[in-house]
Every structure is written in structure tokens, then in C-alpha cells.
Nanobody
């Protein structure tokens, strides 16, 4: 079992920055790829970014590429999402997720943290 708790959301003006954190607990966390997803009002949950088991590989949605950076700290069992140059369309609830060996479905989810970007 893996438990995930997000933090760091809030209200920011367009062009600003936020850093989201996802604290993970459980066994063998280094065996899990980690990702961030978001869900805007009236829309389905969408992929934002993921990072591999080793941290050496990252992948981003086109909409955030060049503005967001995902990273993980194994000592702290924490995954981060640094969000720069935020736009109003980035407004959403952001969810942290984990999947075993980067091959299984995204089976573990946090409760989400709200990010609101004002114009």
C-alpha cells in the first residue's frame, strides 16, 4: 500500500509560480513511478507529468512542457511539481499518483490540492 498526501496549492496570479509536494508513505517506494494529474471544473482528469522509478526520465503534457518540472527526493519520499509561468487555464485540482514499476495502472492517488490562477 502507498499513501499519498499533496500540499502546496493555492491562489496565484498569472505568470507566478507554485511548488506542489506529494509526501508518500509505504514500502518499496523506489519501485513506483510517480505522476501528477489535474482536473479542471467540468473536465476529465488529465495527465500533467510523470517521473520514472530512477528519476532519470520525465515526461510532460504538451500544455505544461517548458513551464513545469517534476522531481523526486528519495530521502524524503516526496515528489515535487514546480510550476512556473502559470496561466489561468492551469486552474485545477492537482492529484499525485503512483504506479508500480511504471507499468501497472495508476493505482494510488492523493486527495488533491487546489491551484487557482487569476488573470
Amino acid at each position: 500500500q502507498v499513501q499519498l498526501v499533496e500540499s502546496g496549492g493555492g491562489l496565484v496570479q498569472a505568470g507566478g509560480s507554485l511548488r506542489l509536494s506529494c509526501a508518500a508513505s509505504g514500502r518499496f517506494l523506489s519501485s513506483y513511478a510517480m505522476g501528477w494529474f489535474r482536473q479542471a471544473p467540468g473536465k476529465e482528469r488529465a495527465f500533467v507529468a510523470r517521473i520514472s522509478l530512477s528519476g532519470g526520465s520525465t515526461f510532460y503534457a504538451n500544455s505544461v512542457k517548458g513551464r513545469f518540472t517534476i522531481s523526486r527526493d528519495y530521502a524524503k519520499n516526496t515528489v515535487f511539481l514546480q510550476m512556473n509561468s502559470l496561466k489561468p487555464e492551469d486552474t485545477a485540482v492537482y492529484y499525485c499518483a503512483a504506479r508500480y514499476l511504471d507499468t501497472e495502472p495508476w493505482g494510488y492517488w492523493g486527495q488533491g490540492t487546489q491551484v487557482t490562477v487569476s488573470s
